[in-house]
Every structure is written in C-alpha cells, then in structure tokens.
C-alpha cells in the first residue's frame, strides 16, 4: 500500500528556473494538501484541495501555482523559483477537510534554489 | 488569525526522564487536536484528540485535550533515545485544513 507518493525526492534549480512536483495517493482521499518545512517554522500550509476540481490558498501562496488533475492526484508548481523557495515540501491527503480524520504524509522533496 | 503555538520549542532531557509537551490553539471551526511525530522524514500520526478530558494512551505516550483552556498536552514517560524527534500538534479545523504549531524538537540523551 503505497499510501501517498511524492516525486522528486530531491531537487536542485537555479533561480528562475521552473518545476512541478508531483503528489499522488491511492487512499481514496477526497482532500490533498502542499505544505513547506522550514527549520523551526514548523508545516506551513501553502495550498489545498478540499475535493477535486477544487483548490484555496493556504497561508504561504505566493509564488506558488497547484493543480488537482484528478482525485488522486495534486501537483505544485514553481513558475520562477527563488532562494527563499529552498524548503521540504510535504504532500499530505486525508478523507475529508477537517473530517476527524488524519492526515498522511509523503516522503517530503527537499528543493534547494540556488 | 488562526494559530496553535507549541512550548517549548525545544528540550533536552536524559534517557528515563518524563516530559510534557504543551500545545495551545485559537483557531475557528475547531474538529480535532492531532499529535505527530517527525524524525528524518515525513511526520507519523501519534493521536487524535476530539473530546475534553479523555486522555489517549499509547505506550508511554498519552495526550489530553482541554477545550476550555483551548490546550492539549502530550506525555511521555520513561523516555529513550529513540524518543528524539519533532513533535507537531495540529488543528483540524472544519472546511480546511490542518494548522501545525512550529513543533517541539525533543532530543533524549544517553
């Protein structure tokens, strides 16, 4: 059971430079979120999709564009990434949006923007 | 705006010690505290807590939630080393999504 799977794993970019990345869960989950980790920020919310065809901001939005292809799948994408974009990005999905459920993590992509 | 604020942010203790993790909220549409735990990679859910004083034990871990103080605390007892990590509380909040404090890093010496 793969539960919820995040490509890259790890990524390099140079500022400026473009990329998504891909998050998918085979849970069934009706919400997906993208969440960033910077040291001692804890997860900050950037983006999140309650169902699909349905996406909001979170608390950090800006620079930052999310698609839901499909139910299982949420993408994020940096259209020109920049040094303070450099974080681990987690990709989480739960049943339902605030549904006293809770929610599973990806394995995380660490980004460095140089 | 909506926060959960978690202390300390950081604690040292040795292997056997007991610790309490405190984490406080003031968010809208409250539905559930969770606690996770986070060591290299992504965070592992721990509990979730919906009622006022019913406290949920696993292992040597147990966590209550106090909705009237807007609180919740985490236990740990007979501490070990592999104990060390993150500890993130969140609050589901009804609609969105889950809103994390900054978390507790606990590291446990030998």
């Known amino acids: 059971n793969a539960g919820v799977t995040q490509t890259p794993k790890f990524q390099v970019l140079k500022t400026g430079q473009s990329m998504t990345l891909q998050c998918a869960q085979d849970m069934n989950h009706n919400s997906m979120y993208w969440y960033r980790q910077d040291p001692g920020m804890g997860l900050r919310l950037i983006y999140y999709s309650a169902s699909e065809g349905t996406t909001d901001k979170g608390e950090v939005p800006n620079g930052y564009n999310v698609s839901r292809l499909n139910k299982r799948e949420f993408s994020l994408r940096l259209e020109s990434a920049a040094p303070s974009q450099t974080s681990v990005y987690f990709c989480?999905?739960?049943?339902?949006?605030?549904?006293?459920?809770?929610?599973?993590f990806g394995q995380g992509t660490r980004l460095t923007v140089v | 705006e909506d926060k959960v604020v978690q202390s300390p942010l950081s604690l040292v203790v040795h292997e056997g010690d007991t610790v309490t993790l405190n984490c406080s909220y003031e968010?809208?549409?409250?539905?559930?505290l969770l606690w996770y735990k986070q060591e290299k990679k992504a965070p592992t859910f721990l509990f979730m807590l919906?009622?006022?004083?019913i406290e949920k034990k696993s292992g040597r871990l147990s966590s209550i939630l106090d909705k009237k103080e807007l609180s919740s605390i985490l236990n740990i007892t007979a501490t070990q080393t592999g104990d060390s990590a993150i500890y993130l509380c969140?609050?589901?909040?009804?609609?969105?999504?889950?809103?994390f404090g900054k978390g507790t890093t606990l590291s446990v010496s030998s």
């Open positions: 919906t009622s006022s004083g």
């Open positions: 968010v809208t549409n409250f539905r559930s």
């Open positions: 969140a609050v589901d909040q009804a609609g969105t999504a889950l809103i």
């Open positions: 989480a999905s739960s049943s339902n949006p605030g549904g006293n459920t809770e929610a599973f």
